[in-house]
């Protein structure tokens, strides 16, 4: 009952959202007008608009792919598309793409992936997912200052905000990852105060499970720390994976036969949207999105071209990739069977060893 209450709040949230989007963007604009613009666009421009999408997901794909298999688990390259995609889906219809990686946790646990391994991997993605916005905002805000004052003069406050949250996303996930034993005390310490407060019954054979499952965890941790190696390549593929997107606004420009605006500044743009509102506890960041779009790019896209510029790039780069991802989350669901794991995973962090509680370093 708690679950489906919650999947309808998520869901009124997400509608009372989308409508409030809707009329904020299109309150008193000729709608007609918006349609016949975007009617004439070159649809071949668009082609590569839809690819750097699938680029996008497919990027994330490949790094769970990439670290899993350096973690000596062997997956199937589709199946972590599959992964993405779920993540994805939940992260666009939950506020502050809070569902994602829950969702992909539980999925991957469905192909027997051990919990705390998954956790780990999906916190490594999610770190440098955000070091990517960090990298850029820094990057804008301190050696871009002509930028700056040329197109963000109206949205400073929350460009900046938008940093701020992600550097401190980003130092707190840090600390967990890489310091696993203050991230197994936190753990511990959270069941204590939830069985004392009656909210889960005290059962030793939890503690001990816990403790097993953050020793995996540790021993996970251990061997990422010792593979450099591994976070630069991860680091590489996110940054590709982030451009691919941010590409999409540029492939608008050009499909509407605009010339004069340079490339860097459309692609940079539309990365400041996404530092600005990647934080922020909007489902995909409905709606300021949108409005942040309208403020910045008034520069760009001229001769009433702005409104309909904002509907394809965003319907491309957000709606697209909804409608994607909520296809292949449902296929994923019918499609990844359940095996129970036992006792002992054969799972091994290399360097570690198989205990019957779990994995112990």
Not at 170 to 191: D, G, N, Q, T, V
Request: proline residues 4%; hydrophobic residues 50%.
């Amino acid at each position: 009952m708690a679950s489906k209450k919650k999947k309808l709040i998520n869901t009124l949230f997400l509608v009372i959202v989308f409508a409030l989007t809707l009329y904020s963007v299109f309150k008193g604009e000729d709608l007609h007008a918006v349609l016949r613009a975007i009617m004439k666009v070159n649809p071949l421009y668009l082609l590569p608009a839809v690819a750097g999408v699938i680029v996008f997901i497919w990027g994330e794909s490949i790094i769970i792919h990439y670290m899993l298999g350096t973690l000596k688990i062997q997956t199937k390259k589709w199946t972590c598309f599959q992964y993405s995609c779920v993540g994805f889906f939940f992260s666009a219809i939950t506020p502050s793409a809070s569902g994602g990686q829950p969702m992909q946790i539980y999925y991957m646990r469905k192909n027997e992936i051990p919990v705390p391994v998954s956790t780990l991997v999906l916190m490594i993605v999610t770190i440098t997912y955000k070091s990517v916005l960090v990298v850029i905002g820094l990057f804008v805000a301190f050696f871009q200052r002509g930028f700056v004052h040329k197109y963000l003069e109206g949205i400073l406050p929350i460009f900046y905000l938008g940093v701020a949250l992600n550097v401190g996303c980003c130092i707190a996930m840090s600390i967990l990852a890489f310091h696993p034993a203050l991230a197994k005390e936190i753990m511990m310490r959270c069941l204590k105060i939830l069985e004392r407060l009656h909210i889960m019954k005290h059962k030793p054979e939890r503690t001990e499970k816990l403790a097993a499952s953050m020793d995996q965890y540790n021993a996970t941790a251990a061997y990422l720390r010792s593979h450099v190696k591994v976070i630069i390549n991860v680091l590489v593929i996110t940054f590709f994976q982030r451009f691919a997107l941010f590409f999409v606004t540029w492939f608008v420009y050009r499909a509407f036969g605009l010339h004069g605006a340079h490339i860097y500044d459309i692609v940079m743009l539309q990365a400041v949207v996404s530092v600005s509102v990647d934080m922020l506890p909007l489902p995909g960041g409905m709606g300021i999105s949108e409005n942040l779009f309208l403020v910045i790019f008034r520069g760009i896209f001229k001769a009433g071209l702005l409104l309909p510029a904002m509907v394809l790039s965003r319907g491309i780069a957000y709606y697209v990739q909804l409608l994607l991802s909520a296809g292949m989350t449902l296929f994923t669901h019918l499609t990844i069977g359940f095996k129970e794991q036992k006792k002992g995973t054969s799972y091994t962090v290399p360097g570690t060893k198989v205990g019957k509680t779990g994995v112990s370093p």
